[in-house]
């Protein structure tokens, strides 16, 4: 299962999902960032992203499209923008100079220009992407 959208409170939607169905959750960007936010090498990633969607019955926080072909479930979060924009900059003020637990250490909180226009653009630029990968994946299984 993958829970996808910048702000929307997916991590803590994950959280209480994994309690609720008493479930392992796994936060990709604890595992996708290097220090420094970092990307890391594709095939890097890869690897590391399929040891993870061998095991079943985890719930996988993240928002990395390249991932949902693995999932059973895919939850899309509809949240305002504003509200989003709202949750991204207290989520940083909260956290400002040190890194959340979802995260990988050594990338502390931060928010930038490019950051909040990913965020504000999201529903526009990226969902109906989405919406096409899971039409594509729904017509491949039984």
Excluded at 116 to 140: C, D, G, H, S
Aim: net charge positive.
């Amino acid at each position: 299962m993958r829970i996808i959208r910048p702000g929307t409170g997916k991590s803590t939607f994950a959280k209480r999902l994994g309690d609720a169905l008493d479930r392992p959750v796994t936060h990709l960007d604890a595992h996708f960032w290097e220090p420094g936010w970092e990307k890391p090498d594709s095939d890097e990633w890869e690897r590391t992203h399929r040891t993870f969607i061998g095991e079943l019955e985890r719930i996988l926080d993240g928002n990395y499209g390249s991932t949902f072909d693995a999932a059973d479930t895919v939850i899309l979060l509809i949240v305002s923008r504003y509200v989003c924009l709202f949750r991204v900059i207290r989520r940083w003020l909260r956290n400002d100079g040190q890194a959340r637990p979802d995260m990988a250490e050594g990338c502390e909180e931060k928010v930038d220009l490019e950051f909040l226009r990913y965020v504000w653009n999201f529903p526009v630029q990226k969902i109906p992407a989405m919406e096409r990968t899971f039409a594509r994946l729904a017509r491949k299984r039984p």
